[in-house]
């Protein structure tokens, strides 16, 4: 079920109306039987796929949480990540892996051909693995008590507004925000709804019209000239922004709705002044996720030699960029943050650059670099291969073809483009929903008005399900 | 209680404001078609109120040919029958049972309409057009036609609640069925489902007489098989779904329902495949006519009123027929609208037609003239006609135009099948005019260009108008002759048609 569907549009009211009628005590059990029946609207047998992860780590937190000594806890440890990264690699990694051997035994002339698993990549995958990952370590490290409690377990791993494309949040975070009794709010409910619009408004109207202009451009480059090309890769810096900030967006407000407070994952990245801050504030719950559970693990910054931190960083950036995908594309993409990340640290070092008041000339030009390079990131993130994306690089400064095409883009989505930069300028480490609070009445019904307007009536209507469910 | 009584005051303002911009959206977007998939709201619209008799087709209503001297719809032939009688249509290519369901529960209920006529495809029930990419399309643009306000038909485009599939899932989808839907056939029968069947085609070829594989008819043959080898399934099939769906609206809303099963190549059918193929479309036809007969909808069964000449689309699987093909389908449907309007019909579409036809599988003959039955050659049967030095004339039809009179609508539509032993056949097909007695017009037409290759059967099409000269003679002949080669004739046929 996408939250862009006339599913979701019944589901979502039907579960809050029932969320608040039920008792607090059996809530979960409502909650929980609404998650399944969300992530069952995908593919039924792939529940199988959350009930054994929840069941293993649901049983190694309370052996875990049995046992004082860290090192005797270790072997339930390494039950949960062999279950949960075994589940990712056999339905995410495994033809990734083959091929990639079958293609270097092709270089060393060795005949051999590896199977393929010809089955379809779970839904959400990566996001509730890494979710209940999260929860074995802490309770591993002592920071956490197991949850006991099967059924508010079980919740934790499969929140549907969280579930096939995170924000991934934290046991200690989102637990017992389930667990508590919330009563029916006004402010929760109309803020609730302010950030499900707003997400729906990003996700169909923005990134679904862009997607006709860039599908058009990747799919055919040779067809059209440098400037339609150029405008393609840009518009798709935006797309995928607005296509996984909208479904953050709606997966905050959705919560709201019922009194969760979920995490922000977007605050404006394309306003950040360096890669170092891109990633303070693109996918926040993958990056710190990452930062905890990869980077200080490997020794942070606090390593002897800076040859060994540079390794930390590469390899966290090549991981996180594996994360996003099966293919070398995406690990290529998490390279270029990695090189241009030691590179920034350099810059910083050996120049000493002074700092620039927010917003300054100085700033704004940094902005733009950044978003430069992220944008020249994006074309290998979006290409099917790392040849087409250097091919399509080639293509902006070389010949234009002798019948070329023209992307023939609508108005329409130029003033909403526009519209949505404007409007990520005005959220500057704001919320759109606390935002409108200072709006008078009449002002924020008439951005309801513009914002229902443009959702039912401009939504791009190409097929394209949210970008990260691929992840 | 505070808080959901400022909650339940929202959301009647926001009801309130849904209200505001469906009229809005109607009056800015919807009633000028000026937003996307709109092309359904603009088809509808043209359906006048007062219209009486409906037709709701496919391309097969408005697809005519080149030739065609009279380029009118099918429904406007049978229109032509009721003059006094107010006739519309909906006519959308690509478009099926679920396309005219939408579209006539869109119909305004102060319409007058009293009969409607559904056209009924034998190949839309077929998993190819279930799952045509066309799909998407129709149903973006039958969504905008719900009996809803436009703001929520648009919201439903705008939440995709449509089909959409890549080419590859179709393909999946599709190749599913040519494997695992069961085919009405003998358990002897060689091929267990259409993709066996297909593959045993494209490996085998269609021979052509000499034996040899003929590429055409080869890959036409595969293109009947995909397209007609099938069972319907009652219970399943979503074609039979929406016209049930049709039906039980038709009661709904006391409209005579009429079903117009239209016209398949039977013929090519037969050549390339034969019974075993023939034997699958009549079981999906009677099984059709019978369940539609049963539920009280008078089924027209058209199924092989249009023989192979007035297929348009000889390469293909198509129901777009020529001048004469639509109008006998539309004859049969205009005769079946007698029992709702006997007073109101006229005969507009008497042809007056003559009709010449020998297969030469028995000695008798409309024609005039020696048959020449010989055996070594046929394009059908055992028997075919041999025209020779010896024997130089065909056998002759022999029109007198003072029995009828012609006029320059009239047309002679000739038709046969030749095949040459040798290459570069010389022969030729002969109208002649005589008054008195005396030849006034004499024209011919060479078979070379249709023969193209030796010991293999061509057809051989030629249409012809009745000009002045020809309508000045008082009568006319029509043959083959040999000039140097032998060649034979099988099939021949001669249909004169007036206006």
């Known amino acids: ?170 046991y200690d975070r989102l637990a017992p925000q389930l667990r508590k009794t919330t009563k029916l709010r006004y402010k929760n409910i109309s803020r609730g709804l302010r950030l499900v619009l707003y997400g729906l408004f990003i996700k169909m109207v923005i990134a679904d019209n862009l997607a006709i202009y860039v599908d058009q451009i990747y799919a055919t480059p040779e067809k059209y000239m440098s400037g339609d090309l150029l405008t393609g890769i840009f518009f798709y810096s935006f797309q995928i922004y607005a296509d996984f900030h909208g479904y953050s967006t709606i997966a905050i407000g959705t919560a709201l709705m019922m009194g969760v407070n979920l995490m922000n994952n977007f605050k404006t990245p394309y306003l950040s002044a360096n890669v170092m801050e891109f990633w303070k504030r693109w996918h926040i719950s993958l990056s710190t996720w990452f930062r905890d559970y990869v980077y200080i693990p490997l020794g942070g ?37 990695g090189v241009v990340y030691l590179i920034e640290y350099l810059i910083r070092k050996l120049f000493r650059p002074s700092e620039v008041k927010k917003f300054s ?42 019948q070329a095409e023209s992307l023939d883009i609508k108005l329409y989505v130029w003033i909403f483009l526009g519209f949505f930069i404007l409007s990520d300028v005005l959220l500057y480490n704001k919320r759109f929903d606390k935002m409108l609070d200072k709006y008078h009445i009449i002002m924020r019904w008439i951005i309801y008005a513009i914002l229902i307007w443009a959702v039912i009536v401009y939504a791009g209507i190409a097929k394209n399900p949210f970008i990260y469910f691929q992840f | 209680m505070k808080e959901l009584k400022k909650i339940s005051i929202r959301l009647l303002v926001l009801v309130l404001l849904l209200v505001l911009l469906n009229i809005g959206y109607k009056k800015l977007y919807y009633n000028n078609y000026k937003d996307i998939n709109t092309e359904f709201v603009e088809i509808l619209d043209k359906v006048s109120p007062s219209c009486k008799v409906l037709y709701v087709g496919e391309s097969s209503n408005l697809t005519t040919r080149k030739d065609d001297t009279d380029k009118r719809w099918i429904h406007e032939f049978i229109s032509a029958c009721y003059p006094e009688i107010e006739f519309c249509d909906i006519t959308k290519p690509a478009s099926h049972a679920g396309t005219y369901y939408a579209f006539l529960r869109a119909l305004p209920a102060d319409h007058n309409i009293e009969t409607v006529i559904v056209t009924l495809n034998l190949r839309s029930f077929n998993t190819v057009w279930i799952h045509s990419q066309l799909e998407t399309n129709l149903q973006k643009n039958a969504l905008m036609i719900q009996p809803y306000p436009p703001l929520v038909n648009r919201m439903m485009l705008s939440l995709k609640t449509y089909d959409e599939y890549s080419d590859e899932e179709t393909t999946a989808m599709v190749m599913d069925d040519w494997e695992n839907d069961p085919l009405p056939v003998p358990d002897d029968f060689p091929h267990k489902n259409v993709q066996k069947w ?302």
């Not at chain 1, 599913?7 to 039907?14: A, G, H, I, M, T």
């Not at chain 2, 006609?385 to 009179?405: E, P, R």
Request: hydrophobic share 40%; net charge positive; aromatic share 16%.
């Open chain 1, 1 to 170: 079920m996408l939250f862009n569907s006339l599913e979701y549009v019944l589901f979502l009211p039907l579960v809050v109306f029932l969320y608040y009628l039920t008792p607090g005590k059996y809530r979960w059990m409502l909650l929980l039987a609404a998650s399944y029946y969300f992530y069952m609207c995908w593919k039924v047998e792939y529940i199988i796929l959350i009930l054994a992860s929840t069941a293993i780590d649901y049983y190694a937190g309370i052996r875990m949480s049995r046992i004082s000594r860290k090192r005797k806890r270790r072997p339930y440890l390494i039950l949960s990540l062999v279950v949960n990264l075994g589940l990712l690699f056999s339905f995410k990694y495994f033809n990734f892996f083959t091929d990639s051997l079958n293609l270097a035994f092709e270089q060393f002339n060795i005949m051999a051909e590896l199977p393929e698993l010809k089955v379809m990549l779970p839904v959400g995958i990566s996001f509730y693995t890494f979710q209940t990952l999260s929860y074995t370590i802490e309770v591993y490290k002592g920071n956490q008590q197991a949850d006991h409690h099967l059924g508010y377990f079980a919740l934790y791993v499969s929140y549907f507004p969280q579930l096939v494309a995170g924000p991934i949040e934290r």
């Open chain 1, 301 to 337: 910054s606090r390593v002897k030699t800076k040859s060994r931190w540079w390794f930390n960083i590469m390899a966290v950036f090549l991981i996180s960029g594996l994360w996003h995908g099966a293919n070398w594309t995406f690990v290529f993409w998490g390279g270029i943050f």
């Open chain 1, 361 to 402: 000339a100085g700033h704004l030009i940094r902005i733009l670099v950044n978003f430069l390079i992220v944008t020249f990131a994006w074309i290998f993130f979006r290409s099917q291969s790392i040849d087409d994306a250097f091919g399509m690089i080639k293509r902006l400064g070389g010949q234009s073809p002798d």
């Open chain 2, 198 to 499: 297909d593959k045993w085609i494209a490996t085998h070829g269609i021979k052509d007489s000499s034996g040899k594989k003929d590429p055409d008819k080869t890959i036409l043959a595969c293109h009947y098989v995909k397209g007609y080898a099938f069972q319907i399934d009652t219970l399943n099939n979503p074609r039979i779904k929406d016209f049930n769906k049709i039906v039980k609206l038709a009661n709904k809303r006391n409209w005579n329902l009429v079903f117009n099963l239209m016209a398949e190549n039977v013929d090519k059918a037969n050549e390339l495949l034969g019974n075993d193929l023939i034997n699958i479309m009549d079981y999906n036809v009677d099984l059709l006519v019978d369940y539609y007969s049963r539920r009280g909808v008078t089924v027209v069964n058209n199924f092989r009123n249009v023989r192979n000449d007035q297929f348009i689309n000889q390469k293909w699987t198509t129901e777009h027929y020529a001048e004469i093909g639509r109008k006998s389908v539309a004859k049969c449907v205009a005769d079946s609208l007698k029992k709702f309007y006997p007073d109101q019909y006229k005969n507009r579409l008497k042809s007056g037609n003559i009709q010449f036809f020998n297969d030469y599988e028995s000695e008798k003959s409309p024609f005039q003239g020696k048959a020449n039955r010989q055996k070594k050659y046929a394009a059908a049967g055992k028997f075919s006609s041999m025209v020779s030095l010896d024997n130089k004339y065909s056998q002759t039809a022999v029109i007198n135009n003072s029995k009828a009179n012609y006029t320059s609508n009239s047309k002679i539509m000739v038709s046969a099948k030749l095949l040459a032993p040798t290459k570069n056949c010389s022969g030729l097909f002969v109208i002649e005019g005589r008054k008195n007695g005396k030849i006034t017009d004499w024209r011919s037409f060479g078979i070379k260009e249709t023969i193209e290759s030796e010991e293999r059967w061509y057809n051989f099409n030629k249409q012809i108008t009745f000009d002045k000269k020809l309508q000045e003679a008082d009568q006319v002949k029509l043959f083959f002759m040999a000039e140097e080669d032998t060649f034979y004739l099988d099939n021949f046929k001669i249909e004169v048609f007036t206006k």
